[in-house]
């Protein structure tokens, strides 16, 4: 079981146990009690409404977009082997994807409504965004295909990492590593990365849907395996309904198959309309919205592919950002550190040009002082100590420097003897040089 012929049925051959191959003989079907145990299997199409991107599409999916980076390949960010040598980059997505910023759609309260009325023998899910928890939807009706954010753990030792603590390192950018002071391995959530086993639970589950009386399938490309063989395993005549923007794998190929072409959101819809459950849908939908005194107003609302094309642009923006950091940011810090620590402890004397070159490479800009005149190697006396960043570093070298002391002339240190002077001029350039990389 599993595995089907993807040829369309011929329209002359009738259907077995719906009276037509329409949307009113499922209603019917589902009005007159017939289904009792529906086994749902859904896919990224339920929850680009949401503004979260699809993997797969060739313009507006995750994939597509993130090819223009410089990854190895677009799918490295969720490759266990990468992450290994590099977590950043799924981090900086991760941040973008992390659950409480996206409402659930009204799919994932069709789902809902669906389990309340006990209709619901499993969701199949293989999205990784947990909308059908925020939804409502119980864990125990859940198999996530391919895991999710709901829980988190070491990749080392396995040790469960605490949900508040990842959600403060997502959402400020940080790598979280294991709890265990033994470990101190890094640490992912329950996402299936490529070259990771699937979860165990899948396993156990996946000839389950033979078991159902009815089958919804929503929002998949139905093109990766082991996933895409579940409606396979529906026995024959049980009515199976793809709810899509085209038809997929080998559904549309069994009498009893129905095709609802479009966007999910409609079709759950129509659906619901037909068997009277609409204005319930929508009351349960509305749930979900954060501000439920009214809704949304979208008068002044994108369209989902202008939604979809900022939030894809913004998730690949940082995404990019963040390689930038971690493969130029450390290369370039530690050469402008050598120069540094080689101008202080050696000789010739770094001059203010080498200091300033050194604070843009860094920072960028080189950095100034309060009234925007002067750079940071010219405001000795506001500097901090280079003791505090650089314990390792010698006593300067005793060298003359001809650059005119900053700060006013006279006073006490025109009591002070040349010698004490020369000193003071040659600390405070040394931590001028060595507080700035």
């Known amino acids: ?35 009792k145990k529906i086994a749902v299997m859904v896919g990224a199409g339920i929850s680009t409404s949401a503004g979260i991107p699809d993997f797969r599409s060739p313009n507006t999916g995750l994939y597509a977009n993130l090819s223009r980076l410089d990854l190895p390949y677009a799918e490295a960010v969720f490759d266990i082997s990468y992450f290994r040598q590099n977590p950043r980059p799924f981090y900086t997505l991760a941040r973008e994807l992390y659950p409480g910023k996206y409402r659930p759609t009204i799919t994932h309260s069709f ?50 990492y605490p949900e508040d603590l990842m959600r403060d390192k997502v959402l400020n950018g940080e790598v979280p590593h294991c709890v265990s002071s033994e470990c101190d391995g890094l640490v992912k959530p329950g996402i299936v990365f490529f070259g990771e086993p699937l979860p165990e639970e899948f396993h156990q589950n996946r000839s389950l849907p033979a078991a159902a009386d009815l089958c919804i399938v929503l929002g998949t490309s139905l093109t990766v395996q082991p996933f895409a063989s579940l409606p396979g395993f529906c026995s024959e005549g049980v009515p199976r309904i793809l709810i899509n923007l085209e038809r997929v794998g080998g559904l549309g190929s069994r009498a009893d198959d129905v095709l609802i072409l479009g966007e999910c959101d409609d079709g759950v819809r129509k659906l619901a309309a037909a068997v009277g459950w609409l204005d319930e849908l929508e009351s349960l939908w509305q749930q979900t919205n954060p501000d439920q005194t009214k809704p949304p107003d979208t008068s002044l609302a994108k369209s989902k592919d202008e939604s979809l094309e900022d939030e894809i642009e913004k998730m690949t923006n940082d995404v ?12 370039r810090v530690r050469g402008q550190l050598d120069k540094a620590e080689t101008a202080v402890n050696g000789t010739p004397h770094a001059d203010k040009k080498e200091v300033d070159k050194a604070e843009t490479a860094v920072n960028g800009t080189p950095q100034v002082d309060v009234t925007g005149k002067k750079s940071i190697s010219e405001a000795v006396s506001e500097t901090p100590s280079a003791e505090s960043l650089h314990a390792e570093v010698k006593e300067p070298a005793r060298v003359q420097s001809t650059e005119p002391r900053d700060g006013p002339v006279g006073g006490e240190d025109e009591k002070k003897e040349p010698k004490e002077l020369e000193k003071e001029k040659r600390r405070d350039d040394s931590e001028t040089v060595s507080s700035h990389i």
């Open 320 to 331: 990019d950002t963040a390689l930038r950091f971690s493969q130029d940011h450390e290369t």
């Open 1 to 35: 079981m599993g595995q089907e012929a993807s040829t369309p049925i011929d329209e002359a051959t009738p259907p077995q146990t719906l009276e037509k191959r329409d949307l009113a003989s499922v209603a019917h079907y589902i009005q007159t009690g017939r289904a």
């Open 111 to 160: 789902v809902r409504l669906l389990c309340d009325k006990g209709l619901l023998l499993k969701l199949f899910t293989q999205n990784i965004d947990c909308l059908e928890r925020e939804a409502g939807v119980p864990g125990n009706k859940i198999v996530e295909a391919h895991g999710s954010f709901a829980r988190h753990g070491c990749i080392e030792c396995q040790t469960s």
